[in-house]
């Protein structure tokens, strides 16, 4: 079986663009490969800098023959249809055509059509050219002579030569032939840009891959991101010090260089004064280098590494002296953004509203700061107002939550008026990632309370399912206000995630309320934030997403949320029937309301509860995996199920159970969902979800009893409405639970 060798090789492509490239080179070429007959045993992609390499082991040399049976006309059809029959099969005359019978329609007509196969050049010859000019990327350029003529090649960077190569692994392979712009395929490719610029020939892929290496070329990205890695450790190691990894960073550094080259750089002490976090960034973002620090310290050292594409012959001295070079330079412009953020602003007279506003004190940096973001009316959103507007509503939900979380009312505060204050930093305006950090750090050296300084930080998060939660419960609230001021914002303006589309990030912002809520076990009635009940559906879907990632099952969770909420001790925020208003983004009707809005508007609170909603999940699946809950859900399933079809049937049910019962049976099944009702409805206000599926569990015997003594659609019309209001006696008992019917097996 052959094999065939790929090489599109260009100027330069930039590092976030290669590996998805070459995944994409890979994805598109075996598909239509295989959409033209092929087949194939095997595909690996390869990258770097200059190139995008695909080797496809194990191709049929030529594609099956196709055969297909047409049906067309009857024999008896006008001339017309059968004429456009014989266009449409390819045949020439009726005669080439079968004739079929068929006992009901009769006699037709029959095309047998056969496709021969393909040779595999040719349809290889034929895919790629259309694949590369048509090849997906963000923004492709146009390069040399012919780009100035109509359907000029377009590629990321100009592309300067192919190799195509098909043939037996030991054998003679060849080339396929066939051009692209200025461009025909070849067997001829280049190694390393300076160490190895001559041409090379190549024959199949292992023969591709020695003699690229030989010229400098590293093909494999995984293998030259384990050569940096391992490097870079082995040099930090020898000089007592320890790499601070960095996974995005080795990512966008391979892709940078073709043969890697690991040298050690250093900087003046001096420049250590800065938090190691804008070293760690200034570092990285200009120069694309590493940097160390002493084993167990957190602090950085003055040494970094650097990733050099060339060997050069002094040892690399001249490439660490010019990156040296740089990396002071770059220091020392981060040197004065944090010495200048610690200074008095020029204008100080010109905030003290702003400052009277906010209860800020103009002799600290951090206060002048926020002063300035609310005095220069800078913007949030053009719908929800300016920075500073956002800061009040945080401040006002912040003040009821505190309430909710137990943390210090003037901690969560001041920690609110101060969050965002860094974003007029110079620090944050270089480095849009130090948001909060940097805030933090001002606020310990202007001596905030240690909460305050932390809230500033980890008011941020959660980022995502693995960031840390804020620390304390002052950070706890600052997170959880910030958060909800934004969701309940955007819901506002209609700006609602929409398919794959998320740019205001509502469903990270959504999540990290979900985990912290149930993480910190935070007892939270969002039906007083949220009055928007499509919000509260977001965020049981949010839910929904946590709860399946720790195992729960979906039917479960459905089940609890499609069941009345329960009405515990948790406390309102806000009086009843009161809207509280949250600037612009105070409550609006949404067009589309679905199931979260019916269950609000005729539950109320519709499981506003989310750690209630956890606990309740947590019980029904102890209780539905032991062998009475599941024999109980069978019966109540019949039971629902049964009431169900009759009350769709528009069959009388009874208001209220008769207690004349005429059957034992029926005498015990009531006075069991009587007891039972009870017991429960009692255990779900004092919130023991597990009390109350004990006390349903009572429910098995009577039930089983129930159906295999008693028949329900009795002749009386008034005996059959009266059990099947027993029948929903037993629905509305587990539904303060769970909706059972929504429960599989």
Known sequence: MPDLLL????????????????????KLLTDALVEAGLTYEGAREYWTPRRLTLDIRGLNTRSADISEDRKGPRTDANEKAIEGFLRGAGLTSIDQAHVHSDP????????????????????????????????????????????????????????????????????????????????????????????????????????????????????????????????????AFANGLELVEDEGLLEEVSGLVEWPQVLMGSFEEDYLAIPSEIIRLTIKTNQKCFVTRRPGEETLSNKFILVANIEAKDGGKEIVHGNGKVVRARLSDAKHFWTRDQGNLPDLETLAASAAKFDLDLKKPLDQRMAKLDALNVTFHAKLGSQGERVQRIRTLAAELAKVTGADAALVDRAVVLAKADLRTEAVGEFPELQGIMGR???????????VAAAIEDHWKPQGPSDRLPADAVGLTVALADKLDTLVGFWAIDEKPTGSKDPYALRRAALGVVRILLERKVRLPLSTVVKDSDLLSFFHDRLKVYLRDLGARHDLIDAVLAAPPSSGP????????????????????????????????????????????????????????????LNLLAGTKRATQLLAAEEKKGTHVAANVDPVLTLDAEKALYAA????????????VGEDFRSAMEALSKLRGPVDQFFADVLVNDDDPAIRANRLALLGLIRAATGTVADFSKISG
């Open 104 to 235: 009901k329609k009769g006699d037709f007509y029959v095309a047998h059509i056969v496709k021969p196969g393909r040779p595999a050049e040719e349809i290889i010859a034929e895919v790629i050219p259309g694949l590369i000019r048509n090849f997906p990327w963000g923004n492709p350029m146009r390069s040399g002579a012919a780009s100035a003529k109509p359907g000029a090649l377009r590629w990321v960077r100009p592309l300067q030569s192919i190799v195509c190569l098909f043939g037996p692994e030991h054998e003679e392979t060849h080339v396929i032939p066939f051009t692209v712009g200025d461009i025909t395929a070849s067997n001829i490719t280049y190694g390393h840009r300076f160490h190895a610029p001559e041409a090379i020939t190549v024959r199949r892929f292992a023969d591709y891959i020695e003699k690229l290496e030989k010229a400098k070329v590293i093909l494999d990205a995984e293998r030259r991101k384990q050569i940096i890695a391992a490097d870079a450790a082995n040099i």
């Open 570 to 629: 948790a406390g309102h925020l806000l009086p009843a029937g009161e809207k509280k208003e949250q600037g612009a983004a105070a409550e609006t009707s949404s067009p589309q309301r679905g199931e979260g809005a019916r269950r609000a508007d005729e539950g109320g609170a519709a499981n506003d509860d989310l750690l209630m909603v956890a606990r309740r999940v947590e019980a029904l699946t102890a209780f539905v995996t032991s062998e009475e809950g």
């Open 7 to 26: 090489e599109l090789r260009s100027e330069e492509i930039p590092a976030r663009m290669q590996r998805k490239a070459a995944g994409d080179l890979k």
């Open 441 to 451: 750090k001002y606020a310990v050296l202007q001596g905030e309370d240690a909460s």
């Open 673 to 684: 969902v009587t007891q039972a009702s009870t017991e429960a409805s009692a255990a779900i």
